[in-house]
T-cell receptor, first 112, second 112 residues
Framework: GENVEQHPSTLSVQEGDSAVIKCTYSDSASNYFPWYKQELGKRPQLIIDIRSNVGEKKDQRIAVTLNKTAKHFSLHITETQPEDSAVYFC???????????FGRGTSLIVHP | SAVISQKPSRDICQRGTSLTIQCQVDSQVTMMFWYRQQPGQSLTLIATANQGSEATYESGFVIDKFPISRPNLTFSTLTVSNLSPEDSSIYLCHTRSTDTQYFGPGTRLTVL
């Protein structure tokens, strides 16, 4: 089955800095890569996703890149703000019926 | 966006008893999943709830312990049977349609 590794487990940045979270996956058949944000005590929410026919996708301050050859994908957050503080999960799965496998999560702390 | 509710939001149960969690969506969804999230941990898929047929369970999860129903496209239940303290966790439903996906607010279960 799919195995998703996520790094780092904790990331501490100053407000305004950029943050990068990286994930690798094992199953070359995976073609859908979502990212979720989970604030403390709340449910995970999808913030951005990318499919394997695209190398990069951007939505305002958030971008995701995908390298299918190397089987890794990354989340980039620019101009971080304190409200970006949360746990971020990457996931990988095969589109269509898509059953996602989640990474272990990254706790992002943005210091004002 | 879809509105997803779960009942109960939290419960404290005695070992050996069972708890049934309900997930209600305000619109029809193609797929519904049940996840477990232990404190500070990632999300682990328990099963895919299939409408009108038996759920599809992930490795390590069995129907006798986690019976699931999905009578229609907007509702599902997860029962956690013969509770032990190791079942203490947050249980979340996750719905997915063609272009959208959402997590329910979660049910926090504590087993004494």
């Amino acid at each position: 089955g799919e195995n998703v590794e996520q790094h780092p487990s904790t990331l501490s940045v100053q407000e305004g800095d950029s943050a990068v979270i990286k994930c690798t996956y094992s199953d070359s058949a995976s073609n859908y890569f979502p990212w979720y944000k989970q604030e403390l005590g709340k449910r995970p929410q999808l913030i951005i996703d990318i499919r394997s026919n695209v190398g990069e996708k951007k939505d305002q301050r958030i971008a995701v890149t995908l390298n299918k050859t190397a089987k890794h994908f990354s989340l980039h957050i620019t101009e971080t703000q304190p409200e970006d503080s949360a746990v971020y999960f990457c996931a990988a799965g095969v589109g269509g019926s898509y059953i996602p496998t989640f990474g272990r999560g990254t706790s992002l702390i943005v210091h004002p | 966006s879809a509105v997803i509710s779960q009942k109960p939001s939290r419960d404290i149960c005695q070992r050996g008893t069972s708890l049934t969690i309900q997930c209600q969506v305000d619109s029809q969804v193609t797929m519904m999943f049940w996840y477990r999230q232990q404190p500070g941990q990632s999300l682990t898929l328990i099963a895919t709830a299939n409408q009108g047929s038996e759920a599809t369970y992930e490795s390590g999860f069995v129907i006798d312990k986690f019976p699931i129903s999905r009578p229609n496209l907007t509702f599902s239940t997860l029962t956690v049977s013969n509770l032990s303290p190791e079942d203490s966790s947050i249980y979340l439903c996750h719905t997915r349609s063609t272009d959208t996906q959402y997590f329910g607010p979660g049910t926090r279960l504590t087993v004494l």
